[in-house]
C-alpha cells in the first residue's frame, strides 16, 4: 500500500531564516505530487505541483520554491521566511495519468514563524 | 479563484441529529467531486466521492447528493456522532482536462455536541 510522509510535524523558526520541508512517498512510481497551504481555518491553497523529477509548477507568485530531486521525493523550501509564511503545509500526492482518482495527502508540517 | 462555494462555516449539530453541508461549483467541466475529513491537526483524508453520472451516493451513514443542473452537491451525515466533529472539505476535479487542478471550497467546520 502507499503511504505518504511528512517532516518535521512541527516546526518554529525566526522571521528571515531559510526553511526546508520534506515530504516522501512510498509504495507508488512516478507519482503526481503536491504542495498546499492551510492558514487557520481556511480552506487549502495549492502552492506547487510536479509531474516528475526536476518538473514543478508554481500556482502563486509567493516567498517559497519546491524542488524535486527523486521520483517520490518533494521539498518545499525558503531561503527567508516571513511572518504571513506561517500555515499548515500538507503534501500530497495521485497517480498520474488522466482520469484518476483522488488527491492522498500527508499528515502535514505546522510552521510558526515568529 | 474561488471556483467552489461551501457553506456553512461551521455547523453545530446533537448527536443522533443530520448534518448537512453544502457546496456549489461554477466550471461545468467538473466530472470528480470527493469529500475530505480533517481532524485537527491532521492531514485530509478522502471520505466519499461522487461522479456525475449518479445523483446520490451512500457510504455508511455519509451520503453525497448531486445535482448537476444546479451545479450543486451537498453531504448528509446521518446519526452524527461525536467523532464525526472535524473540519470537512468539498472538491471538485476535472479529470479530462488536467489532473493537478482540483478545487477546494473553504471547508465547514462541524462539532457535534453529545
Known amino acids: 500500500s502507499q503511504t505518504i510522509h511528512q517532516w518535521p510535524a512541527t516546526l518554529v523558526q525566526p522571521v528571515g531564516s531559510p526553511l526546508s520541508l520534506e515530504c516522501t512517498v512510498e509504495?507508488?512510481?512516478?507519482?503526481?505530487l503536491y504542495w498546499y497551504r492551510q492558514a487557520a481555518g481556511r480552506g487549502l491553497q495549492l502552492l506547487f505541483y510536479s509531474v516528475g523529477i526536476g518538473q514543478i509548477s508554481s500556482e502563486v507568485p509567493q516567498n517559497l520554491s519546491a524542488s524535486r530531486p527523486q521520483d517520490r521525493q518533494f521539498i518545499l523550501s525558503s531561503k527567508k521566511l516571513l511572518l504571513s509564511d506561517s500555515g499548515f503545509y500538507l503534501c500530497?500526492?495521485?497517480?498520474?495519468?488522466?482520469?484518476?482518482?483522488?488527491?492522498?495527502f500527508g499528515p502535514g508540517t505546522r510552521l510558526t514563524v515568529l | 479563484q474561488q471556483q467552489v462555494k461551501q457553506s456553512p462555516q461551521s455547523l453545530i449539530v446533537q448527536k443522533g441529529g443530520i448534518s448537512i453541508i453544502n457546496c456549489a461549483y461554477e466550471?461545468?467541466?467538473?466530472?470528480?467531486f470527493p469529500w475530505y475529513q480533517q481532524f485537527p491537526g491532521k492531514g485530509p483524508a478522502l471520505l466519499i466521492a461522487?461522479?456525475?453520472?449518479?445523483s446520490e451516493k451512500k457510504e455508511g451513514r455519509f451520503t453525497i447528493s448531486f445535482n448537476k443542473s444546479a451545479k450543486q452537491f451537498s453531504l448528509h451525515i446521518m446519526d452524527s456522532q461525536p467523532g464525526d466533529s472535524a473540519t470537512y472539505f468539498c472538491?471538485?476535479?476535472?479529470?479530462?482536462?488536467?489532473?493537478?487542478?482540483?478545487?477546494f471550497g473553504a471547508g465547514t467546520r462541524l462539532t457535534v455536541k453529545p
Open positions: 461522487i461522479r456525475p453520472d449518479v
Open positions: 500530497a500526492w495521485n497517480p498520474r495519468g488522466r482520469n484518476t482518482d483522488t488527491q492522498y
Open positions: 509504495g507508488t512510481s512516478n507519482p503526481n
Open positions: 466550471n461545468t467541466a467538473f466530472d470528480y
Open positions: 472538491a471538485a476535479w476535472d479529470l479530462g482536462y488536467n489532473n493537478n487542478d482540483m478545487r
